[in-house]
């Protein structure tokens, strides 16, 4: 935080255009990055699903374009302008503003733990096309969103800066990865919520229950975009105890292209062994099962100018409670 004026008697935040307020302030966490759901569903209970690589991260990182000169002009030139040249440093005051972006006065900041010295602007670059950049942080906390710390700068319409941590279609695709948004995991059960010890639960999903889920991801002035497509491919099943059976032995149960998984209960089949199901082999004597049903999803992409590429698988579960009794029945 850096002021170069008095005490402040009004503060003004950075046009709506160029990025969105925070309490009367540009957060340096804030991105434009712009994201459209393509496909998947629109209703009902969704969430979030988990990367199962441990090892994995999105980008903390990367650098945005934020204004035109007659933007940053605008800003920089209201009676105190508050704001952010990076993830880490904001400027509090008229003068930082217009000496470094107006008066071609040099910035400095920390890079590395080293000085850089950032030479400046004359009147900020009026009558020439292109944006001044800043750095993005998905969280400001992590010590790895120091690697964006370059003051505000600018770059010509229609390219983007050769710099370390620059936008592409893969960091696109990657901020689209918790966008995505998988409907819950609710299974068909027979019988429902309560098993016979050595009879076999059934489990299935419904035809077009779990279909694909597109993300789109667009960062404005830049033409860069990625959308992000999580295919469902797996139902795997954990009893909740040891003393059980699943079918398949895995417990995982392959996901049909139409959607559905396991085959529907009908009555008659009883006694038989389900292609996607669960035997208890041991009563609950009034503490109930906890039947976890976890969703595996394929994670691709594609983007600007035919790049694609995989992300890590993700998945999304949800438990349910199973009461098993020792007499035997069969369903009906």
């Not at 149960?253 to 529907?264: A, K, M, R, V, Y």
Request: charged content about 20%.
């Amino acid at each position: 935080m850096a002021h170069a004026d008095s005490t402040p008697t009004k503060t003004t935040s950075p046009p709506p255009t160029s990025g969105n307020e925070n309490n009367g302030e540009l957060s340096a966490a804030v991105s434009r990055i712009k994201v459209t759901q393509v496909s998947g569903p629109t209703g009902g209970k969704t969430g979030s699903i988990s990367s199962t690589d441990v090892n994995w991260t999105p980008p903390p990182c990367w650098y945005e374009p934020v204004y035109t000169p007659a933007q940053l002009k605008a800003f920089a030139e209201t009676d105190n302008p508050l704001g952010y040249v990076s993830p880490h440093a904001e400027w509090g005051g008229r003068k930082l503003w217009t000496d470094h972006y107006r008066d071609g006065k040099d910035a400095y900041n920390y890079e590395d733990n080293s000085l850089i010295t950032r030479a400046g602007y004359d009147d900020y670059n009026s009558g020439k096309k292109g944006y001044f950049w800043r750095g993005v942080a998905r969280d400001t906390a992590d010590p790895d969103s120091y690697g964006c710390e370059s003051v505000m700068f600018w770059q010509d319409a229609g390219q983007i800066p050769e710099v370390p941590n620059a936008p592409t279609p893969k960091t696109l695709a990657a901020y689209a990865y918790d966008k995505v948004k998988v409907p819950n995991t609710d299974i068909e059960l027979k019988p429902a919520t309560r098993s016979t010890v050595n009879a076999p639960t059934w489990v299935w999903l419904d035809k077009g229950k779990f279909t694909e889920v597109k993300v789109r991801a667009e960062l404005p002035d830049t033409g860069l975009w990625a959308e992000t497509t999580a295919k469902p491919v797996a139902l795997h099943l954990d009893p909740g105890t040891q003393d059980a059976e699943t079918f398949p032995a895995s417990g995982d149960c392959e996901i049909n292209d139409d959607g559905s998984t396991g085959t529907p209960y009908v009555k008659g089949d009883a006694g038989k062994i389900p292609p996607c199901g669960i035997t208890y082999l041991r009563a609950t004597y009034g503490t109930p099962y906890h039947l976890k049903a976890s969703i595996t999803w394929q994670i691709s992409w594609e983007g600007t100018g035919g790049a694609k590429g995989d992300l890590p698988d993700g998945t999304f579960d949800t438990t349910q409670d199973m009461n098993v009794v020792e007499y035997q029945a069969t369903n009906s």
